[in-house]
């Protein structure tokens, strides 16, 4: 039997559909309920994975699969699923991630048991891959608009799991206002569009933005910008990120951070790329600029958290960030006619989403076990775990490194990619693109050093020195389907960090496709060993490389051990402690200290609120007790989101005597509106 | 024929400024009773071959809005115990100019709107409009329960109106389906009435304000 994408994305939809139906039919039975929903999940994650890669491998010769959902039951609507190759790459994402996030939760929703209804979480998980995989195949507004709105709920549902805690209710109803938001910021803009064509699918919108006078395809771009963004979590439309993201069950948030914030960006790409046409100036500066500001801010509040999984939260805002910078870049670039530059950027821009979407995925999942074994979010209260899960620490610790940006892993190869696009935007002739690409390059720099700071902390104190609290001294490794999950995205980080110049290759009908630019030939060099930068003055790079000189150079210290200090006397002693006897664990470093000299140094973005109190008998010198309190308050909250959740108060209670309880009155309405439609009508 | 319909349509024109005028609830009810009535011999009047069902419609039309909604009022009354008067939210002069400046709009209207030749000429949509106008101007302006039946009664014949337009399209049939839903709703609303009546010794709508939220 021949295996077509058409076929195993079908199975993979109908695999997640099974499971959901599975997880509903099974409420009151936990253990087969887990196993089946998980089960099932994985498996269709596979089926996904494979029409992924068939449809991307095959490269630009292949047809595009298309066929309708429900033909015989709806005669009048058409959904249609179109497999192209952006969709493609980001049905890899959602399959890569559901796959490894299935097998994980096997063992993580055992936690749940005798406590939550494990089968209503499988069911909506299943739910949420089945809605997401539909939104990024959908071939028409419908199933698009449909599967969108779909997926907001099943995510809200899956936030508000543990709905028994009210800081997971006020998360869970934060985020669902933000979602309708975005749906209607998008429903709205493709009303726009719909007007240019005339007609609901995907290819007759190709294009359509040459069609559209100038101002409807600003307020488009506009409309998709705010409502894609509060989705992809750009600041300052981000703040229900770092509420939703800790609250919800981790294998969850593991799904939001690593697929549903990349909703965003798929929707923004398909947009911009695919719909709007060739895009002025303004629109890529915006873009680059928005990406910019997230990244910087994101990181930057990343450094001041110590809830493991609220830290997590805010680098996902950075990496939505440094993508959006490959792609204002890659928007720039079409304006002033660079279609190979441009597709560099959007290369860039893409191999970040998938990087993000597995290192992130298995942040959280690690994230997840540290919670599965510690019960707590609280970093402070961890510490020394290394050596209790010792399999868990080091997942985590390539996690780290991969979003650190260091080599040999894939954070490196996509931001050292984008900084290639920015750099090379130097060279070009407006002044305008001379200025702010540099400022951008830049800032990704100060992203990438303060995000590796962020993570020597975030490592540090809830790996390694001794337990701080009875939590972190009982913990113990996680199940092995746990590790097994965690240990597959690992390799994909690996993987995907080595062999760069294979990966891009599966981009080209991406790009092919896009903006008709296929350059994996020019980015590989040397036999795909060093991935290039398209001119000879752009610099090279070889992660593998790297790596193999690493290998290298590993046995010199060895050597050098072996050879000069092999015959010393070794002498152990206890750690210096100052001379104060017995060092004990409250003595550590803690996370809130170790990120005090940066909260210093940006003092006036944090406006950092401290507190210091002393107990005294006699005088303030002999202190007994001292009480230090700290916390930094997001500067959006206080500055655009109270005043405006003010004023939306003052003007809902203005609106409110309007319900007057009387049915007279809600007539005079319904009579006034009736005139006011026939006279608009007439 | 056209004369006769624009007769028939203009004398249902009439009852809505009857109905608007009405101090007392039984006069109210024989206005809309006498409205349905009328409009009930329209379709024998716009169709134009004689099959048994356009006058099993009729006959069933002219009964139900002639006589079976009009008893159950009469008989609400009666066992709740109503005051005849109609208690006016808007004055009845101000109700009348109303419902005349809505029979002079509607007729204005009707003129600027794209209509099929065959009924251009007649006051089907002006008397349409009118009505609803009228039984809007009621349901909003009458503060007892009894009243704003009335209203909701004359409401519908102006749907009914604007339905005879179309009445080589859809089939009478549906039209019967309507008068069962009006019958039904009348008959609910008579219990409710004889409910509310006893819960709250009143069917003032107007002290149902303490209901909301």
């Not at chain 1, 209710?169 to 309708?180: E, Q, T």
């Not at chain 1, 080599?407 to 900084?419: A, H, I, K, R």
């Not at chain 1, 809830?462 to 746990?482: C, G, I, K, N």
């Not at chain 2, 099993?56 to 039309?61: G, N, Q």
């Amino acid at each position: 039997m021949n295996l077509t994408p058409a076929m195993l994305l079908l199975v993979s939809l109908c695999g997640y559909a099974i499971g959901a139906a599975g997880g509903m039919l099974l409420l009151r039975r936990e253990r087969p309920a887990n196993v089946w929903c998980f089960g099932v999940a994985a498996l269709s994650g596979l089926s996904g994975l494979l029409a992924a890669l068939l449809m991307l491998a095959g490269g630009t010769g292949t047809g595009i699969p298309q066929f309708e959902l429900f033909r015989p039951l709806l005669p009048y609507i058409h959904f249609s699923v179109r497999l192209d190759a952006l969709s493609a790459f980001f049905l890899l994402i959602v399959s890569l991630l559901g796959l490894a996030i299935s097998l994980f939760s096997l063992g993580y929703a055992k936690g749940f048991f005798g406590r939550k209804n494990v089968g209503v979480l499988g069911a909506l998980f299943n739910a949420l891959l089945l809605a997401t995989t539909t939104m990024f195949v959908a071939g028409d507004l419908w199933l698009f608009l449909i599967a969108w709105e779909l997926m907001a709920l099943t995510a809200f549902c899956l936030v508000s799991f543990e709905h028994e805690k009210a800081e997971t209710r006020k998360a869970g109803v934060l985020y669902f206002i933000m979602s309708h938001i975005d749906a209607g910021c998008i429903i709205l803009g493709f009303l726009l569009l719909f007007q240019a064509s005339g007609d609901y699918s995907f290819t007759s919108l190709h294009d359509i933005g040459a069609k559209m006078s100038p101002g409807k395809r600003d307020a488009a771009f506009l409309l998709f910008l705010v409502g894609f963004g509060i989705k992809a979590g750009i600041v300052p439309l981000h703040i229900w990120l770092p509420a939703a993201h800790p609250v919800a069950p981790s294998n969850v948030s593991a799904l939001m951070s690593g697929v549903i914030i990349k909703t965003g960006i798929y929707g923004f790409t398909r947009v911009c790329f695919d719909f709007l046409g060739t895009p002025p100036l303004w629109w890529g500066v915006t873009v680059l600029t928005v990406g910019t500001i997230s990244a910087v801010l994101g990181v930057l509040y990343a450094l001041m958290e110590h809830d493991l999984k609220r830290l997590l939260a805010y680098h996902s805002i950075e990496n939505i960030g440094i993508i959006l910078m490959g792609l204002g870049a890659a928007l720039m670039f079409l304006h002033t006619g660079h279609p190979l530059l441009a597709t560099l950027g959007l290369i860039a821009g893409l191999y970040h989403t998938i990087n993000h979407a597995t290192f992130k995925g298995l942040l959280f999942l690690g994230a997840g076990a540290v919670l599965h074994a510690t019960h707590t979010r609280n970093m402070e209260e961890m510490g020394g775990l290394i050596k209790r899960m010792p399999q868990t620490a080091f997942f985590f610790l390539v996690g780290a490194v991969a979003i650190s940006a260091l080599p040999p892993l894939n954070g490196f190869v996509s931001e050292w990619l984008t900084y290639q696009a920015l750099l090379q935007g130097f060279g070009t002739t407006e002044s305008l693109m001379r200025l702010i690409f540099p400022l951008s390059g830049a800032m990704l720099a100060l992203t990438g050093a303060l995000a590796a700071a962020c993570f020597v902390k975030a490592f540090g104190i809830t790996f390694l020195a001794q337990p701080r609290s009875a939590h972190a001294e009982h913990a113990h490794e996680v199940s092995l389907t746990m590790r097994l999950g965690m240990g597959l995205l690992a390799a994909v980080c690996v993987v995907l960090g080595l062999f760069p110049t294979q990966f891009v290759r599966l981009l080209d009908p991406l790009t092919q496709q896009i903006i008709g630019q296929q350059l994996s030939a020019q980015l590989s060099l040397a036999n795909g060993l060093v991935l290039g930068s398209l001119t000879a003055k752009g610099g090279t790079v070889s992660t593998l490389g790297l790596a193999s000189m690493a290998l290298c150079l590993l046995p010199i210290p060895f050597g050098l051990w072996w050879v000069f200090a092999r015959k010393t006397k070794v002498r152990r002693g206890p750690t210096w402690d100052c001379g104060q006897r017995g060092l004990t664990p409250r003595m550590e470093y803690t996370a809130t200290g170790f990120s005090k000299p940066i909260r210093m140094v940006f003092k006036a973005l944090f406006q950092p609120h401290r507190e210091v109190q002393r107990e005294y008998d006699f005088s303030p010198y002999f202190a007994k007790n001292l009480r230090f309190e700290s916390h930094v308050e997001e500067v959006f909250e206080r500055r655009i989101y109270r005043p405006a959740r003010i004023l939306i108060l003052r003007a809902s209670r203005r609106i409110r005597t309007l319900q007057a309880g009387s049915v007279h009155a809600y007539l005079l309405y319904i009579f006034v509106t009736l005139l006011a439609l026939l006279l608009f009508a007439s | 024929m056209t004369g006769a319909l624009n007769l028939l349509v203009a004398l249902a024109m009439g009852l809505n400024l009857l109905a608007l005028g009405s101090s007392r609830l039984p006069s109210l009810i024989r206005a809309a009773a006498v409205q349905g009535m009328v409009l009930g011999v329209l379709p024998l009047l716009l169709e134009h071959e004689f099959h048994g069902l356009v006058w099993v419609v009729a006959a069933a039309t002219i009964a139900i809005k002639g006589f079976v909604i009009p008893g159950l009022l009469r008989r609400a009354l009666r066992t709740a115990h109503i005051d005849r008067e109609v208690e006016p939210l808007l004055g009845f002069i101000p109700s009348l100019l109303l419902g005349a400046m809505a029979a002079i709009g509607a007729v204005a209207f009707a003129g600027a709107l794209p209509l099929r030749p065959e009924h251009a000429g007649t006051l089907l949509v002006p008397g349409a409009f009118a009505t609803l106008v009228g039984g809007l101007l009621l349901l909003m302006g009458r503060s007892k329960a009894i009243a704003q039946v009335c209203g909701y009664l004359i409401l519908e014949n102006g749907i009914y109106l604007f339905g005879l337009l179309l009445i080589h399209a859809t089939p009478l049939i549906v039209e019967a389906g309507i008068l069962l839903d009006l019958t039904v709703g009348v008959f609910v609303i008579g219990i409710i009435v004889d409910r509310i009546q006893r819960e709250f010794d009143t069917l003032d709508t107007r002290k149902l304000t303490s209901l909301r939220e």
